[in-house]
């Protein structure tokens, strides 16, 4: 048996052992490339017998688990090979008898089963040249441009659209999504990939946000070692992968973490505490040395065994916060301190691996440096830019102009946090509308408005996030149990959109004006701003470039609008959101002003023409 000793055992209660999946769980044991059994190994402190039972002992307690009184319980099974299904019967002190699968577990049966599999690891990395530069890896100065990406209804072996879960046949693997993935992915210009959460979870409508299985890649999709081809094949072609991490709450399904040996072995102790009334699940209780042991060691996990290059915490407020409250003695400090150990232990064991808060509140240096007081993240999502600007784009014309703080107000604070502009999955569910659909007006008004709104976007500071189907103006909302419209793109107004995109993607990654000095006050300057005539204009700027962004969100052409620009300068029109062909032109200042006539519902980039520009 692989050892737990006295020192694991004292890391694991006081929450500073981060490397649990090395020796919990079900390993399999080999002599010589042959495997001879499993060992098993589980901590149930409030349990008097356990049992492994499981396909190979036709589900009988014929496998008892030794313990020497300290919680923990193991044992030995010969002939126990890869991809075998077992659970763990638990025995409290009360007599109660529970069934649950292994916290631990590497790998799990496909739903509506529950129970674990044993797994043998096999596939053997071969990105390390991307993992040798990645050390070096400096976001700041860095075009970073998330794609977002629910694998399970991204694309889909069947167009059939099922009122409840999809058969499992109906989905790609890790390995068939990989090629098709990548391709998108490189055409578009984008840097990276975000996969919604792909731990083990029953319920597909929970999109992965309440696991049951933290230690074990979804089997809906294949297996682990297809997992990790997906995301070395990502790194070959020089993609990015970050993962979805949840560890506020989890799933109270019965084989799950919950009351795990007959007490709150994960979650707070008070009910008050540990309900999450707004999921329905049970919140960790993060002040535990062992339910810290358990996270560190998995967020460990799947950056060292699955090579993952970023991670995104999910609802971040929610664990600043008791239960997501705001008042200021509602502060959690206990997961104010989990949360600053895991980017401790990310930007000292996984150098250039990118650490992103979704964060609603406005807490404040949560991408500020542990030893000036911060959280420690490295990106924060902007939510605030996100609501103020759709909400922005969903009134009138009209009545835009008397809400132009919408437009403006991020640009005030951009450089107080370093921000991701998040377009993510939630804004297009639950009745809100997919993005085009937001817009207001004719069909053809709201493709232009998407246009410009995408163009402003990719130019205001902060790296950019988007979920997918957000390329090619989606208009249905996502759906988990439907494919995207792919079919769309036969249509010209589509297939024209999506164009567009992909030039914008490309054209972000090319020009740092864009990118290089994002987190810098010195990267903005307002040109204009018009809130009447519904016009803002701003200039980007790099060591050696400089952009001029003009946006007209008004319904009506704009004429002679002028403008005061460095003096004797020369900007040239560079790219254009208008569906309209337009001609580069160029535009002359003289005694610090020039005037430029500009479409409806249209944004142009112009860089200005010179060698030295600051």
């Given at each position: 048996m692989t050892q737990f000793g006295e020192q694991d055992l004292y890391f694991l209660n006081t929450g500073q052992h981060t490397n649990l999946y090395e020796v919990m769980g079900a390993h399999i044991v080999k002599e010589r490339n042959k495997i001879l059994g499993t060992e098993f190994r589980v901590f149930a402190p409030n349990a008097r017998e356990v049992f492994v039972i499981g396909e190979f002992n036709d589900w009988q307690k014929t496998h008892p688990m030794t313990s020497d009184g300290t919680g923990i319980f193991d044992c030995y099974i010969a002939d126990v090979k890869s991809q075998v299904l077992y659970k763990y019967l638990l025995v409290t002190h009360d007599g109660q008898e529970i069934t649950k699968a292994d916290p631990y577990a590497f790998y799990s049966e496909t739903r509506p089963g529950t129970a674990s599999s044993t797994y043998n690891f096999r596939y053997k990395f071969k990105d390390n040249d991307w993992m040798y530069q990645r050390v070096d890896y400096d976001f700041k100065s860095s075009p970073v441009s998330i794609y977002e990406l629910h694998l399970g209804s991204w694309k889909r072996r069947s167009d059939e659209q099922p009122d409840d879960a999809a058969p499992l046949d109906y989905f790609f693997s890790y390995k068939e999504l990989a090629p098709l993935v990548i391709e998108h992915v490189k055409d578009h210009g984008f840097t990276h990939i975000e996969l919604m959460p792909i731990m083990e979870h029953p319920l597909d409508a929970s999109w992965g946000y309440q696991v049951t299985g933290y230690y074990s890649a979804t089997s809906r999709y294949g297996k682990p070692d297809d997992l990790k081809y997906f995301i070395d094949q990502c790194h070959q072609a020089g993609i990015g992968v970050i993962l979805d991490w949840v560890p506020l709450h989890f799933c109270k399904d019965a084989h799950g973490l919950y009351m795990f040996d007959g007490s709150p072995l994960y979650e707070y102790s008070q009910e008050h505490d540990r309900e999450n009334h707004q999921w329905g699940t049970a919140n960790f209780d993060l002040g535990k040395g062992s339910t810290q042991s358990f996270l560190l060691s998995n967020i460990k996990y799947?950056?060292?065994?699955?090579?993952?290059?970023?991670?995104?915490?999910?609802?971040?407020?929610?664990?600043?916060?008791?239960?997501?409250?705001?008042?200021?003695?509602?502060?959690?400090?206990?997961?104010?301190?989990?949360?600053?150990?895991?980017?401790?232990?990310?930007?000292?064991?996984?150098?250039?691996?990118?650490?992103?808060?979704?964060?609603?509140?406005?807490?404040?240096?949560?991408?500020?440096?542990?030893?000036?007081?911060?959280?420690?993240?490295?990106?924060?999502?902007?939510?605030?830019?996100?609501?103020?600007?759709?909400?922005?784009f969903e009134r009138q014309p009209i009545h835009r102009t008397y809400h132009s703080n919408e437009i403006t107000f991020g640009m005030f604070y951009h450089h107080n946090e370093q921000f991701i502009l998040p377009l993510s999955h939630d804004e297009v569910v639950h009745g809100k509308l997919s993005i085009v659909e937001k817009m207001q007006g004719s069909y053809e008004d709201q493709f232009h408005q998407a246009r410009a709104y995408y163009a402003y976007f990719y130019a205001h500071p902060g790296k950019n996030h988007l979920f997918m189907g957000n390329e090619w103006a989606h208009v249905r909302e996502w759906h988990e149990y439907r494919q995207m419209d792919w079919f769309l793109l036969d249509y010209p107004i589509h297939q024209a959109f999506h164009d567009m995109m992909k030039t914008l993607t490309k054209f972000y990654h090319d020009n740092d004006a864009l990118w290089a000095k994002d987190f810098q006050p010195e990267t903005f300057e307002w040109a204009k701003i018009d809130a009447s005539a519904n016009f803002y204009a701003f200039r980007r700027f790099s060591d050696d470039q400089e952009l001029l962004i003009v946006n007209n969100f008004n319904d009506q052409n704009l004429y002679e609008v002028e403008l005061e620009l460095p003096d004797n300068s020369e900007y040239r029109l560079v790219f254009s959101s208008n569906a309209i062909p337009t001609e580069s032109f160029n535009l002359y200042v003289k005694d610090g002003k020039t005037h430029l006539t500009i479409p409806r519902f249209t944004t142009y980039y112009l860089e200005r023409v010179m060698t030295n520009i600051l």
């Open positions: 799947w950056l060292e065994q699955f090579h993952f290059d970023g991670i995104r915490v999910d609802a971040l407020s929610y664990l600043i916060y008791w239960r997501g409250e705001t008042d200021e003695d509602k502060i959690n400090h206990a997961a104010l301190e989990f949360i600053k150990r895991v980017n401790a232990l990310v930007h000292t064991e996984f150098k250039g691996v990118m650490m992103i808060a979704e964060d609603s509140s406005s807490y404040p240096k949560v991408t500020h440096p542990l030893d000036d007081g911060g959280l420690g993240f490295d990106l924060k999502w902007d939510l605030g830019w996100m609501n103020d600007t759709l909400s922005f």
